[in-house]
């Protein structure tokens, strides 16, 4: 009862106040995206959704404070996609927060309509084709699944039970293992596993790039907070474990293959959502597999943080491009460190995370991956999967150059100065890749929790060098070829 309380105290919130000021903006969003933390307070919560939910709270506070700007500038109103937004950001800190199956149905549900809403918010033939395969593809998939579950525990348990009892508490059950494809299709669709997977690449590009940010930082993580609770509700057979590793292999590969043609940053940052959930995916399954591994659980959540972290920043990062430059084409901008200083820092960011640099939350996960799936046992299975993160980083740093190019690279340097206020956002979830890989190793509570957290700090020193040479050394020597333009304290 108290999550439904503190549910409508959001709401609230962010209907009265639709219309606030800088400040009062900052405030009550501050306010909506920490009360869920009173839930936490009372005990409402148990590890699976506190793990999650320690991602949703920064990508939802980022994301609705740069809706603000971004919407003003680009769309000349606040109103209607900051609304959106913050409604869409709600419904999914609910979800995860959902004590039961009938709270956990409903804000799912409705946060699929405000993903509709959000995904087609640009109109056009395109932005509702999208939104349409958005809203049909993943809604019925979820109720397939969800009112499998539903009709599977009312047989066992009774309706009532099935729907009031918390999500923690409810009983493992087993079944036939044809329902098990039933209960997962709705979960590895909104993930965007082969083969439905082809909502996510139009959703991602046509939302406006706030609405992009919450939904490939979040929405796609829903579906492993689900396949989270399926595998603690339901005995999963084996073969079911190895059925989510092959779609995962295969979209990871088909996902990165398909970010190498890719000229528009929302696309190619779209196809490499595919190619990250691919590849998390086989993570989750091997931690299915042997749910005694430590190292495979942690390697799981940080990379759930990870991709969530960077992506949401990256898709920010996208929109300030967009306004700046008016244009989403990589290979026509270079240089716009001399417009938006700020963003491209953040750029750099992330993409020392996306990449895999320490002391980034990146890092962290990569390296974990490699000692969970070292720690399993060297296999066939094990070897492929090996290469499989060996691949992923290849093409990682592939394209996360191609983004750094547009910010650092002196060419044809266009574009326009965005408000710092903006850009202050951005860098704020950008710098989160590096606190989060420092928070990381003490939630380990394993014996290299102590050196990591050394390496750590010793690696602080390489993002100070880095952020010298970049911003004190190549942003100034962009700034000399750009005729006329005098930024400040220069």
Request: net charge positive; hydrophobic share 55%; proline share 4%.
């Amino acid at each position: 009862m108290i999550t439904y309380i503190l549910l409508l105290v959001s709401l609230l919130i962010i209907l009265v106040f639709r219309r606030p000021s800088i400040w009062s903006l900052v405030a009550t969003r501050l306010i909506v995206y920490l009360i869920p933390l009173i839930a936490v307070s009372y005990g409402l919560v148990d590890q699976v959704s506190l793990m999650f939910l320690i991602l949703l709270i920064p990508v939802s506070i980022a994301s609705s404070l740069y809706t603000s700007w971004y919407s003003r500038i680009k769309y000349g109103s606040q109103d209607r996609l900051q609304l959106l937004v913050d409604l869409f950001n709600i419904s999914l800190i609910y979800t995860v927060l959902a004590p039961n199956l009938v709270g956990f149905i409903a804000l799912w549900t409705m946060s699929e309509i405000i993903g509709f809403l959000l995904v087609s918010f640009e109109g056009g033939v395109e932005a509702f084709r999208a939104g349409y395969r958005f809203f049909f593809l993943k809604a019925l998939t979820f109720e397939v699944s969800a009112l499998a579950l539903l009709a599977i525990l009312s047989s066992k348990i009774g309706i009532e039970k099935a729907l009031l009892t918390s999500l923690w508490s409810l009983p493992a059950i087993s079944v036939n293992p044809y329902y098990v494809l039933l209960l997962m299709i709705g979960y590895t669709t909104t993930v965007a596993l082969v083969p439905l997977h082809f909502w996510l690449p139009h959703a991602h590009s046509t939302a406006p790039s706030p609405a992009s940010a919450v939904l490939s930082g979040v929405t796609v993580k829903l579906g492993f907070y689900a396949l989270m609770r399926l595998y603690n509700i339901v005995l999963m057979d084996v073969w079911s474990k190895y059925l989510l590793l092959g779609m995962g292999f295969i979209t990871c590969v088909y996902g990165f293959l398909m970010l190498l043609s890719q000229r528009d940053v929302k696309r190619l940052l779209a196809y490499s959502t595919i190619g990250n959930t691919g590849l998390i995916a086989v993570i989750q399954a091997l931690y299915f597999l042997h749910p005694a591994s430590t190292y495979l659980y942690l390697a799981f959540i940080t990379s759930i943080y990870a991709h969530g972290l960077y992506k949401a920043s990256l898709f920010i990062n996208a929109g300030t491009i967009e306004l700046s430059t008016h244009t989403r084409i990589l290979d026509e901008v270079q240089g716009l460190v001399a417009y938006v200083p700020v963003s491209s820092l953040s750029s750099l960011f992330s993409i020392l995370s996306v990449i895999g640099i320490p002391p980034t939350i990146g890092f962290m996960s990569k390296l974990l991956s490699i000692i969970g799936v070292l720690e399993a046992g060297l296999s066939p299975l094990t070897i492929a999967v090996l290469l499989l993160i060996g691949y992923s980083i290849l093409v990682s740093l592939y394209y996360g150059v191609r983004i750094l190019r547009v910010h650092w690279e002196a060419g044809r340097v266009t574009g326009k100065p965005v408000e710092n206020q903006a850009q202050y956002i951005e860098l704020a979830l950008a710098s989160m890749n590096i606190v989060y890989g420092f928070i990381s190793p003490l939630i380990s509570y394993t014996e290299i929790m102590f050196t990591l957290t050394l390496v750590n700090a010793f690696s602080l020193l390489l993002i100070i060098l880095l952020v010298y040479t970049f911003y004190y050394n190549i942003r100034l020597r962009i700034l000399k070829g750009v005729a006329g333009y005098a930024y400040p304290g220069r």
